[in-house]
């Protein structure tokens, strides 16, 4: 069992590009400076022109100085990591590539983008690249076939993001369970702890609740968002870039708590009744 678990992780592995495979394992966090995506709303409306004096975060309960707060359009890394298996077939299929397509369509010229597909098994189909053409011409080319590897698929997304240019943003779209990974959904949320990216959750209703992208959203700042039909995904799909463009880009350096470890995180607007989305801690060290 340990071997062929082994023979899957290098398979995952093997997706990445080298140096990103090289450096992603570790998922370490500096201690310098910590920077926190943040979602503001009021009565669902995004709220804008706030400053560092407007935010309170407190670290494993130590109140921190904020530093820098950020509004304006970084570039974006969006990782698209797709649900490839015999459930999305013909129509559906179709439609899950023009979702793909509607959301390149709204990339900038300084964004990137990536493309990831899991069925029983996980393919890279294009690694990160300003070429969005490249990315478009992978979807066309994807094929549906064999079981979920929900939890796999996760995993090797999570690798492929932690650039140091921009913001990253995952989106994990599935219209069904995990059936064929061999790593755990506890394994690929510990994963995610460590991990800077929003992950943003996309599922189709059904009898199974999709429990995993549920978790893996909140903890990493983001939303699941469940559709009644694969025919929804593509206007979600721009809903949820423009939302990502629009989050503050919050940082602080930390004073008073533990170099190593998992770090709580509790952010606030100071002053006013606004819903605050953000991710739930972070892990120092490696």
Not at 38 to 66: C, E, K, Y
Not at 79 to 102: I, K, M, N, P, W
Request: proline share 3%.
């Amino acid at each position: 069992m340990t071997g062929r678990l082994n023979a899957t992780l290098v398979l995952i592995l093997a997706c990445i590009p080298a140096g990103v495979a090289a450096q992603a394992p570790t998922f370490s966090t500096r201690l310098d400076v910590v920077r926190v995506d943040v979602l503001v709303t009021d009565r669902d409306q995004i709220v804008r022109g706030l400053s560092p004096a407007d935010f309170q975060i407190r670290d494993d309960g130590v109140l921190q100085q904020v530093d820098l707060v950020s509004f304006e359009q970084l570039p974006v890394n969006v990782l698209l990591a797709l649900d490839a298996s015999d459930s999305v077939t013909g129509e559906r299929l179709e439609q899950l590539r023009q979702a793909g397509r509607a959301l390149l369509d709204r990339l900038a010229p300084e964004d990137r983008a990536a493309l990831l597909t899991f069925s029983h098994a996980v393919a890279l189909r294009e690694a990160p690249t300003p070429e969005v053409g490249r990315v478009r011409v992978a979807l066309d080319r994807v094929e549906a076939a064999g079981g979920t590897a929900l939890f796999d698929g996760t995993y090797a997304a999570l690798m492929l993001g932690e650039t140091d240019v921009g913001r990253d943003l995952l989106i994990v779209f599935s219209d069904g369970v995990d059936t064929s990974s061999w790593l755990s959904a506890e394994g690929v949320l510990g994963a995610a702890r460590r991990s800077d990216l929003v992950v943003y959750g996309v599922s189709v209703r059904g009898t199974e609740r999709p429990d995993f992208l549920r978790r893996l959203s909140e903890l990493s700042g983001g939303t699941l968002f469940e559709v009644e039909s694969v025919k929804d995904v593509g206007a979600l799909f721009v809903r949820i870039l423009d939302e990502f463009r629009q989050r503050y880009l919050v940082s602080f350096s930390p004073r008073g708590v533990s170099s190593d470890g998992w770090h709580q995180l509790d952010v606030r607007v100071r002053g006013r009744r606004a819903a605050v989305r953000a991710r739930a801690g972070y892990q120092a060290g490696s």
